[in-house]
């Protein structure tokens, strides 16, 4: 009977599988589509710069897809070269040192050249602001200190910098400007959604700013003057490809030179002081400047349509990998105890798969699926691959030496060995390991969003960006639910597909 | 050397080593038909090795084994088996399998009827005085005697013509163990089949077989009907086996 339910399970397995592959499909059609694609890295500015443009875009009448929230420069950027999406908001110094690793400073005419240069991106004017590095510690500190400028604090020891792992790590970031001025300081890294709040928990003295950030008004903060201009210029602008009909870009043009670096520092402290959507101030400031006609105010979904769509994507993400995973390392499970030589090599590769950080696995998968669901489906797979495998070939190996001995000697060929005795008795040990790697996916999954996958991760992501403590909880806190119910169902399953006395023993 | 005729089961000049190590010498050994031969020894004797050269689990390095009157076919061992029922000690019945799931597998893998297999299931369960609402029970609801007989009806499910049987009282008790020795004595009467037993109790042999065979560091020291053994010892070892085996 439990061989037959476990069966039962398998035939369901294909019609997920075809699912899987049609999925795949889709995403691999995206060339041909007539939606614009914008993207936003996962910041406050990038949220609402590319609000902005989509709601441009969409006032004129195109289609617009959101990607939002993606982790980082160099997802953003590969993501656009690999044509996942069509257009993000850039800023010339971080293509001209962390894209293109130009040794030499150039103006932004010149940048727009060598961009254009292949082919395939293309710069389009800047919005008008100049959002650059700066160091900024507390008005208070900073007064008890007398520090006006990067050369004063340079004179300061033992002072405490937080940097974002970004800046910590980029040429034109911290190890220039600790040359340049000839910093002795130790930085600690730390994600820069929460620098703010560990500078007013006096966690840490100092810390990366960007010069438009609305969070330096909020906590009352000092921009130490770049006294030796070490920084390069920063302009924003829309990084498109090449290949964008002609009429987007001319619409995106609309928005060339409408910013400046106190408008655009005013529009992040609405969204990060004053807690309102991007939606609403991207909105409000394209009326304001008369760029788009009032229809309404922008669409907004209820907290509970919201909640209900991002656990479905995320159950969808972790529904896939979790098949894809148990349809590939069950059998290889049984491979692993068939062919006892490959035992070791499998599940150390398998393992070494399991050491790679999530994030660094989820840029890695850029180049080959883009981003979106498809790279986090695969990422979660990779994962989820180790416990199920280790735990079939562990279950498999442990059947008792006497039941297999008995089963051969009745005549029970190797596959007939296989479906009606090993794998039974192997049941519990093996769902065990799909349950690990269920509860692991969820968890795994709210990272998916910095690849644009959306789910429980997107408001987290949100939340880290602008340090909204209560957008993280709406995300963590159904991920955390969701776990338990997982669990919880988990359970369920073990008691309707395994007999009660071969749970014991598995427990013993 | 001696030619023989290709009999029911028998072994003919077989070789069985582990590296260096003899576990069996030239065995040469014709196996009655519709008879009980008990093969008894020390542990370390060969006696379950040879056993397991009945159904192929082990194959011999030298020599030639014939069941049913061919040649063993390596190539299709496990439609061989399923003519040779067999049990081992400790019964090794599968756990997650009830009783009945137990008794009728093979006839399930078989493809039989279901109600042809019902019928024999139960008249198995009747001829070993099992109750039948124990059908639904699993194997660590059982008692250890009762366990056995569920073993042995699965061994007798497809009706085989041959029967290994390796230690398969071992691990009962004295007054269970003497039960299920009158009721093996019984199914013989009523109906004989060809049994090779592996034991390593003289008295179980003896009381059990009619053709003990007499198994010593890989090699057979004696083997016959009972009475000469007991009577006619073929040398020390069988002396003395049977002295120490006896009166203890």
Same mark, same amino acid.
């Given at each position: 009977?439990?061989?037959?339910?476990?069966?039962?399970?398998?035939?369901?397995?294909?019609?997920?599988?075809?699912?899987?592959?049609?999925?795949?499909?889709?995403?691999?059609?995206?060339?041909?589509?007539?939606?614009?694609?914008?993207?936003?890295?996962?910041?406050?500015?990038?949220?609402?710069?590319?609000?902005?443009?989509?709601?441009?875009?969409?006032?004129?009448?195109?289609?617009?897809?959101?990607?939002?929230?993606?982790?980082?420069?160099?997802?953003?950027?590969?993501?656009?070269?690999?044509?996942?999406?069509?257009?993000?908001?850039?800023?010339?110094?971080?293509?001209?040192?962390?894209?293109?690793?130009?040794?030499?400073?150039?103006?932004?005419?010149?940048?727009?050249?060598?961009?254009?240069?292949?082919?395939?991106?293309?710069?389009?004017?800047?919005?008008?602001?100049?959002?650059?590095?700066?160091?900024?510690?507390?008005?208070?500190?900073?007064?008890?200190?007398?520090?006006?400028?990067?050369?004063?604090?340079?004179?300061?020891?033992?002072?405490?910098?937080?940097?974002?792992?970004?800046?910590?790590?980029?040429?034109?970031?911290?190890?220039?400007?600790?040359?340049?001025?000839?910093?002795?300081?130790?930085?600690?890294?730390?994600?820069?959604?929460?620098?703010?709040?560990?500078?007013?928990?006096?966690?840490?003295?100092?810390?990366?700013?960007?010069?438009?950030?609305?969070?330096?008004?909020?906590?009352?903060?000092?921009?130490?003057?770049?006294?030796?201009?070490?920084?390069?210029?920063?302009?924003?602008?829309?990084?498109?490809?090449?290949?964008?009909?002609?009429?987007?870009?001319?619409?995106?043009?609309?928005?060339?030179?409408?910013?400046?670096?106190?408008?655009?520092?005013?529009?992040?402290?609405?969204?990060?002081?004053?807690?309102?959507?991007?939606?609403?101030?991207?909105?409000?400031?394209?009326?304001?400047?008369?760029?788009?006609?009032?229809?309404?105010?922008?669409?907004?979904?209820?907290?509970?349509?919201?909640?209900? *769509?991002?656990?479905?994507?995320? #159950?969808?993400?972790? $529904?896939?990998?979790?098949? +894809? &995973?148990?349809?590939?390392?069950? /059998? =290889?499970?049984?491979?692993?105890?068939?062919?006892?030589?490959?035992?070791?090599?499998?599940?150390?590769?398998?393992?070494?798969?399991?050491?790679?950080?999530?994030?660094?696995?989820?840029?890695?998968?850029?180049?080959?699926?883009?981003?979106?669901?498809?790279?986090?489906?695969? *990422?979660?797979?990779?994962?989820? #691959?180790?416990?199920? $495998?280790?735990?079939?070939? +562990? &279950?498999?190996?442990?059947?008792? /030496? =006497?039941?297999?001995?008995?089963?051969?000697?009745?005549?029970?060929?190797?596959?007939?060995?296989?479906?009606?005795?090993?794998?039974?008795?192997?049941?519990?040990?093996?769902?065990?390991?799909?349950?690990?790697?269920?509860?692991?996916?969820?968890?795994?999954?709210?990272?998916? *969003?910095?690849?644009?996958?959306?789910?429980?991760?997107?408001?987290?992501?949100?939340?880290? &960006?602008?340090?909204?403590?209560?957008?993280?909880?709406?995300?963590?806190?159904?991920?955390?639910?969701?776990?338990?119910?997982?669990?919880?169902?988990?359970?369920?399953?073990?008691?309707?597909?395994?007999?009660?006395?071969?749970?014991?023993?598995?427990?013993? | 050397?001696?030619?023989?005729?290709?009999?029911?089961?028998?072994?003919?000049?077989?070789?069985?080593?582990?590296?260096?190590?003899?576990?069996?010498?030239?065995?040469?050994?014709?196996?009655?038909?519709?008879?009980?031969?008990?093969?008894?020894?020390?542990?370390?004797?060969?006696?379950?090795?040879?056993?397991?050269?009945?159904?192929?689990?082990?194959?011999?390095?030298?020599?030639?084994?014939?069941?049913?009157?061919?040649?063993?076919?390596?190539?299709?061992?496990?439609?061989?088996?399923?003519?040779?029922?067999?049990?081992?000690?400790?019964?090794?019945?599968?756990?997650?399998?009830?009783?009945?799931?137990?008794?009728?597998?093979?006839?399930?893998?078989?493809?039989?009827?279901?109600?042809?297999?019902?019928?024999?299931?139960?008249?198995?369960?009747?001829?070993?005085?099992?109750?039948?609402?124990?059908?639904?029970?699993?194997?660590?609801?059982?008692?250890?005697?009762?366990?056995?007989?569920?073993?042995?009806?699965?061994?007798?499910?497809?009706?085989?013509?041959?029967?290994?049987?390796?230690?398969?009282?071992?691990?009962?008790?004295?007054?269970?163990?003497?039960?299920?020795?009158?009721?093996?004595?019984?199914?013989?009467?009523?109906?004989?089949?060809?049994?090779?037993?592996?034991?390593?109790?003289?008295?179980?042999?003896?009381?059990?077989?009619?053709?003990?065979?007499?198994?010593?560091?890989?090699?057979?020291?004696?083997?016959?009907?009972?009475?000469?053994?007991?009577?006619?010892?073929?040398?020390?070892?069988?002396?003395?086996?049977?002295?120490?085996?006896?009166?203890?």
């Amino acid at each position: 009977m439990i061989a037959l339910t476990f069966f039962h399970c398998f035939r369901r397995l294909r019609v997920m599988r075809s699912l899987f592959v049609l999925f795949a499909a889709c995403t691999m059609s995206c060339e041909t589509r007539s939606t614009v694609i914008v993207g936003a890295k996962h910041f406050n500015e990038g949220y609402i710069l590319s609000e902005i443009m989509a709601q441009l875009l969409e006032d004129r009448g195109v289609t617009v897809e959101r990607k939002f929230g993606l982790g980082g420069t160099k997802i953003c950027y590969d993501a656009l070269a690999a044509g996942a999406i069509d257009v993000y908001p850039e800023y010339s110094g971080t293509i001209a040192q962390a894209i293109l690793k130009l040794d030499h400073p150039v103006g932004f005419v010149e940048l727009q050249e060598i961009v254009a240069r292949d082919g395939k991106l293309e710069l389009l004017d800047s919005f008008g602001f100049n959002n650059t590095y700066a160091l900024a510690l507390s008005r208070v500190a900073a007064g008890r200190l007398a520090l006006k400028t990067l050369s004063d604090l340079a004179r300061v020891p033992n002072l405490r910098l937080g940097l974002s792992y970004e800046f910590l790590n980029r040429e034109d970031g911290w190890p220039g400007l600790a040359k340049t001025y000839n910093f002795t300081a130790q930085p600690v890294g730390l994600e820069h959604g929460l620098a703010y709040q560990a500078i007013q928990e006096n966690k840490i003295d100092v810390t990366d700013v960007y010069s438009t950030d609305g969070d330096i008004k909020k906590y009352d903060l000092l921009v130490l003057e770049d006294d030796r201009q070490y920084f390069p210029t920063y302009l924003a602008a829309p990084l498109v490809r090449a290949a964008l009909d002609s009429r987007v870009k001319k619409i995106l043009g609309k928005l060339t030179g409408q910013l400046t670096e106190t408008e655009m520092q005013s529009l992040n402290a609405e969204v990060v002081v004053s807690k309102r959507s991007f939606a609403e101030v991207a909105h409000e400031f394209l009326l304001a400047e008369g760029l788009i006609e009032n229809r309404g105010s922008a669409r907004r979904d209820s907290r509970w349509t919201l909640l209900f *769509a991002r656990t479905a994507t995320h #159950l969808k993400l972790t $529904l896939i990998a979790l098949l +894809a &995973a148990m349809l590939i390392a069950i /059998p =290889l499970g049984v491979l692993v105890y068939r062919l006892r030589g490959m035992a070791r090599p499998i599940i150390y590769l398998a393992g070494l798969l399991q050491t790679i950080p999530s994030i660094a696995l989820l840029a890695f998968m850029l180049p080959f699926f883009g981003i979106g669901a498809t790279p986090a489906i695969v *990422a979660l797979f990779l994962y989820a #691959l180790l416990p199920i $495998l280790r735990n079939t070939a +562990a &279950a498999l190996f442990s059947v008792d /030496p =006497l039941l297999k001995k008995v089963s051969v000697g009745m005549g029970l060929t190797p596959w007939q060995r296989l479906r009606h005795i090993e794998m039974p008795l192997a049941a519990p040990t093996i769902l065990a390991g799909i349950k690990t790697a269920a509860v692991i996916n969820i968890g795994t999954a709210t990272l998916a *969003a910095f690849i644009g996958a959306g789910g429980l991760g997107e408001p987290i992501v949100t939340g880290l &960006a602008l340090n909204d403590t209560r957008l993280i909880l709406e995300g963590a806190i159904p991920a955390a639910l969701l776990a338990i119910l997982v669990e919880f169902l988990f359970e369920m399953l073990e008691k309707i597909m395994i007999p009660k006395h071969l749970l014991q023993k598995a427990a013993e | 050397m001696q030619t023989m005729l290709p009999r029911f089961f028998h072994f003919q000049n077989v070789y069985k080593y582990y590296g260096p190590a003899y576990a069996l010498r030239d065995i040469n050994l014709a196996i009655a038909e519709n008879v009980t031969t008990a093969v008894v020894g020390p542990s370390g004797s060969g006696k379950s090795t040879l056993l397991q050269l009945s159904n192929g689990l082990e194959r011999p390095n030298a020599g030639r084994i014939f069941v049913f009157g061919q040649e063993m076919d390596y190539a299709r061992l496990p439609a061989l088996r399923r003519q040779i029922g067999y049990a081992v000690q400790g019964t090794g019945l599968f756990p997650h399998f009830t009783v009945q799931q137990n008794i009728t597998l093979l006839a399930v893998l078989e493809k039989w009827e279901k109600r042809r297999i019902r019928a024999r299931a139960e008249e198995l369960m009747n001829l070993v005085s099992l109750p039948l609402e124990f059908s639904r029970r699993y194997p660590h609801e059982l008692s250890g005697g009762q366990q056995q007989r569920v073993g042995l009806c699965r061994a007798m499910m497809l009706n085989p013509a041959l029967f290994l049987l390796d230690e398969p009282f071992g691990a009962l008790d004295p007054i269970t163990r003497h039960e299920i020795h009158d009721e093996f004595l019984r199914l013989q009467k009523s109906e004989p089949r060809t049994i090779l037993l592996v034991t390593h109790d003289l008295k179980e042999a003896l009381k059990l077989a009619q053709h003990p065979v007499i198994l010593n560091r890989g090699q057979i020291e004696q083997s016959g009907p009972c009475e000469d053994v007991i009577r006619h010892p073929a040398n020390d070892f069988v002396a003395s086996f049977l002295k120490t085996q006896l009166e203890a």
